[in-house]
């Protein structure tokens, strides 16, 4: 299903009626409001990053070849603005609560804030497997499920879905590969 998202490919935006530009900017806003509020728990900073990614994506936008490209360009577009703000934000928090360096918590902070960063975008990942492992095939799930979840070895996989092992790498290995080619997708190159 396409959506109003492809009108900002090869079409000047401004151009545009007033109601096709609120049409599509509301779409805009569904499809990134609840990724960015789970991140980071602040409405009005929500509306400020997805407004943001919006004048990036108008400036910016990027030669792709499908909705699914251009809708992961969005998403780390989105999640650089939200990072961004996520470092501000604990600067910010470690400025104002550590006038005092002689109480030697700002090591502390800035630790606490890296991993909560990390713990969000970890948790994100882990998210987004989830939704394509749903998108496996029956047998290569089983596969993986039996190697990452219960850390079997592929001996034993190969013994409890009645294949070879050769089988068992074979269909790990597809996996794998279709876990990363949706990955990049989703969250383009890690440099970006």
């Known amino acids: ?29 569904h499809f990134l409001y609840a990724p960015i509020m789970y991140m980071i728990n602040d409405h009005s900073a929500t509306e400020d990053i997805i407004h943001d990614t919006f004048l990036m994506t108008l400036r910016k936008t990027p030669t792709v070849e499908s909705e699914e490209h251009l809708k992961a360009w969005i998403r780390v577009v989105s ?3 939200t990072f961004t703000y996520m470092r501000k ?3 910010t928090r470690s400025d104002v609560s550590l006038d005092d ?5 700002h090591g502390y902070h800035a630790q606490v804030a890296t991993s909560v960063e990390q713990e969000v975008e970890v948790k994100s990942l882990e998210e987004q497997i989830g939704e394509h ?4 095939k029956d047998d290569q799930r089983a596969v993986i499920e039996l190697k990452w979840k219960k850390g079997l070895s ?11 092992e050769n089988g068992v790498r074979r269909k790990l290995h597809r996996a794998r590969v279709f876990l990363k080619k949706k990955l990049r997708m989703d969250w383009g190159e890690r440099h970006e």
Request: proline fraction near 0%; hydrophobic fraction near 35%; charged fraction near 25%.
């Open 1 to 29: 299903m396409q959506t109003s998202l492809l009108l900002l490919l090869g079409s000047n935006f401004h151009r545009l009626s007033s109601t096709a530009q609120e049409q599509i900017y509301r779409e805009f806003y």
């Open 79 to 81: 999640r650089n603005f």
């Open 89 to 91: 934000r604990k600067r």
């Open 101 to 105: 360096e002689q109480s030697g918590m």
């Open 133 to 136: 492992l749903k998108a496996l």
């Open 154 to 164: 592929y001996k034993e996989i190969a013994t409890e879905i009645q294949d070879t």
